[in-house]
């Protein structure tokens, strides 16, 4: 089959094309340059970075004859307000396209293509038939979400809890830049964490379905005005996150009953996290790291999906 359905993805983070042709998607991305020491950069930065990337993203495809539709993330969340300019690089090239090209262009958020990657990754695609719940886990969000299916959507997402204060991504990346780590610091933390053989154990702070994150940033610095080793410090940030999302899934399973979960983002693609939460729970599922963290595949999925929702419709 030809890869033949686009999408793409300008986030805060990295720039991503992916190509899908029904079973099999293909990704390119890059990540945004960040200065030693930075935690991300700024919306001007980002829009400078995603047009000067796409081009070089574009080169690691390679393009069939054809395109019979694209789609782009053009915003975070499908939420009233939801706006990132770093979103308009990837809209205004995927409408180019289609215009060039004359196929269709389908708007969707980058959130949802974060769910459509890790359901694809899963390939549990067909959970988009029915309500299940998903996590989109990252450095701007730590979100638990009712998933139900939508017409012109493909997804409609209910947020079930989410994080009031610091998102897991930021206390990652806050921790990584304490230790020493470049800029995403998520795989560097991760290869500390594993070291460590003691037993510290973190306490999740919830209310209700929503957690708060901030406590276990003083916390780390607390560890690390004590002198404690860094791979402590790296598994005690890396259980607080784990301990934390547990206690949202379980949460969320109470309120909605035994549903699959599926887990997204770039902090989900996390293998120590995985692991412990794949022991605790049942009918739970991961993506691949390359499909959890930032990509364009789940928006490539989604052109696909929509055209034949639209195919559907003609033929009916």
Known sequence: MSLDFLGLDTSNYTTSAALYDGERAVNSSMLLPVKQGEAGVRQSDAVFHHTRQLPEVFKGLEFPSSLRAVAASVRPRNVKGSYMPCFLCGQGAAEMIAMTHGIPCYHTSHQIGHILAALYSA???????????????????????????????????????TSLDLKAGQLIDRTGLM???????????????????????????MKGGNCCLSGFENKVQQLLREGHPREEIAYYTLDAVYRTVLSMTRHALDEYGSLPVIYAGGVMSDKLIQQRLAQGLDNVYFSEPQFSRDNAAGIAVFAYLMSQRRQQARDQ
């Open 123 to 161: 390939k549990r695609l067909d959970m988009t038939d029915e309500p299940f719940i998903a996590f989109h886990v990252s450095g701007g969000t730590t979100d638990c979400l009712y998933c139900t299916p939508h017409r012109d959507d493909i997804l409609e997402v209910r947020e079930i809890g």
């Open 179 to 205: 230790l020493g780590l470049d800029f995403p610091c998520g795989i560097a933390l991760e290869k500390l964490a594993v070291s460590y053989e003691g037993k510290i154990k973190a306490q999740p702070v």
